[in-house]
C-alpha cells in the first residue's frame, strides 16, 4: 500500500532552507559595535524612509469604521478598480478586468511565495523546475523549495549585462519547467528586462507551457528610461489575454509604504482563479481602512514622481562621489569587493555602515557557483545627503 502521509524519518521541506539573508546579516555582526564617533547609516535592507504620503492620514482616518469588518481575500471591487485603472495607465494595457484578472496581495512578498503553491503540481516521479535569477529575492528560492520543486539558478553576472541566462538552458531543462520568476527591475543588480528580452521568455513559455511570473515592485524607480512591463509585452505580442503571465507589484516600493503590506498580483484569468482560491484557505485578506489607502495610493502619481526624484538625485550623489555605472532601475547599488563578509564588517565597525553581503541574496547554482559572491549590497533610501556620505565612507575602506 502507498504512503499517503510524509514519512516522519523524511527531511521537511522548511530544513532544506537556509537562514534568511537578514538572519545571516545578525550573525556576521554579532559581537561587533559600529564606529560611534560617526552618525550609523541602515543600508542593509531596502526599507523606504521617505515622508508618508498626504493622502495616507485622512484617507485611514476616514475609514476607520472598516477595522470591524472581514475584508474578502480578494481584495474589494474598489481596490481591485483602482489597480485595474493603474496598470491600463501605466503600462498602456487596452482591457484588464478587475473582477477576473487582478488580485489584492498582502505585498509581493506574500504573493511571490503563495504563487508557486497555487501553480506547481509536483508528484512523486517528478519535481518541476523552478527558475529564478541568481542573485535574486531569497522569496523564490523558498518558494520553490516549500512547493515541491526544484530551484534552476540563472546565473546574473557582470559577463551577462546581470541579466538571468536564458540562452543556454537546454529543451529538456524548458520541457520541465512549471514557473519562471523574473525581477525586473532587479534586486540586487538593478537590471532592467527591455521587450525583447520578455519576447524570448514569453515565446518560450508558449513552447513549453510554463508560467512566467515577474516581481515588478521596483517599476516606479528607474534611472533614465520607465521599465517595460510583462503585461505590456504580451499585449504587444498579441496575447490580449495574459495567458501563462502574472505580475506582482506593491506599494512598499512605489509609495514608500512599506508597513501598508499591500500589493497586486494580476494577469491570467485561469491563474488569477486559481490563486484566489488558495487565497480563500489561507485567508490573508487586507484590512478595509488600509484597503482605501491601498486604492488611493493606486491612485496618486504625484507622490510617485517625488520619490522619483529622490531616488534618482541619490543615485547621482553616490555615483558622483564612489564612481562607477549608475544601475537602470531600483534603489540599490550593486558594488563588487574582494571579500563580501570582510567588507561588510569593516563597514560596520570602521565606518558605522550596515550592509548585506551579496552572498547572502545568491545561492550555489547547478556549478556550485554563487553570482552574489564578491559583491555588496548597498539600498539609497535615506535621501540626497546619505547618499553622498554613504559613498564617502565606503570609499575610505579601500584606502
Keep these: 500500500m502507498s504512503k499517503t502521509i510524509i514519512d516522519k524519518h523524511e527531511q521537511h521541506r522548511l530544513d532544506q532552507l537556509g537562514e534568511y539573508p537578514f538572519a545571516r546579516l545578525r550573525q556576521l555582526l554579532q559581537g561587533l559595535i559600529p564606529n560611534p564617533d560617526l552618525p550609523f547609516i541602515d543600508a542593509g535592507a531596502g526599507e523606504p524612509r521617505l515622508p508618508l504620503p498626504s493622502f495616507v492620514q485622512p484617507t485611514l482616518d476616514k475609514h476607520l469604521a472598516g477595522f470591524s469588518k472581514y475584508p474578502t481575500t480578494t481584495g474589494n471591487d474598489f481596490l481591485r478598480e483602482s489597480i485595474a485603472a493603474w496598470l491600463q495607465r501605466r503600462f498602456g494595457l487596452k482591457s484588464i478586468d478587475a ?233 540599490f547599488v550593486w558594488l563588487p569587493v574582494a571579500d563580501e563578509e570582510d567588507f561588510v564588517k569593516k563597514a560596520y565597525v570602521e565606518q558605522g555602515v550596515k550592509l548585506l553581503p551579496g552572498s547572502y541574496l545568491g545561492t550555489e547554482d547547478q556549478q556550485g557557483i554563487n553570482a552574489g559572491s564578491g559583491y555588496v549590497r548597498a539600498a539609497l533610501v535615506d535621501g540626497v545627503g546619505c547618499a553622498s556620505e554613504l559613498a564617502k565612507r565606503l570609499k575610505a575602506l579601500f584606502g
Design 99 to 331: 473582477n477576473s484578472q487582478v488580485l489584492s496581495a498582502n505585498g509581493t512578498r506574500e504573493a511571490l511565495f503563495a504563487a508557486a503553491h497555487a501553480l506547481i503540481n509536483p508528484n512523486a516521479d517528478s519535481q518541476p523546475w523552478v527558475m529564478m535569477p541568481n542573485p535574486m529575492y531569497q522569496i523564490y528560492l523558498g518558494a520553490a523549495i516549500t512547493a515541491g520543486g526544484k530551484p534552476y539558478l540563472q546565473p546574473c553576472s557582470k559577463e551577462t549585462g546581470f541579466a538571468p541566462d536564458i540562452e543556454g538552458i537546454t529543451d529538456d531543462v524548458w520541457q520541465d519547467t512549471a514557473l519562471v520568476y523574473v525581477c525586473s527591475p532587479s534586486n540586487p543588480t538593478g537590471w532592467v528586462a527591455d521587450e525583447v528580452y520578455y519576447t524570448k521568455l514569453l515565446k518560450l513559455a508558449e513552447k513549453f507551457d510554463f508560467y512566467v511570473l515577474a516581481d515588478e515592485c521596483y517599476s516606479e524607480i528607474y534611472y533614465a528610461d520607465k521599465p517595460i512591463g510583462l503585461l505590456e509585452v504580451a499585449q504587444n505580442m498579441g496575447n490580449t489575454d495574459y495567458k501563462r503571465c502574472l505580475v506582482m507589484n506593491s506599494l512598499s516600493k512605489r509609495s514608500a509604504l512599506p508597513g501598508l503590506r499591500s500589493g497586486l498580483i494580476a494577469g491570467d484569468a485561469a491563474l488569477i482563479k486559481q490563486f484566489s482560491k488558495l487565497r480563500s484557505y489561507t485567508g490573508p485578506g487586507t484590512p478595509l481602512p488600509l484597503q482605501h489607502v491601498a486604492a488611493a495610493a493606486w491612485a496618486d502619481e504625484e507622490h510617485v514622481q517625488d520619490h522619483l526624484k529622490v531616488y534618482r538625485d541619490s543615485l547621482d550623489a553616490f555615483f558622483d562621489v564612489y564612481g562607477g555605472t549608475i544601475p537602470a532601475g531600483s534603489f
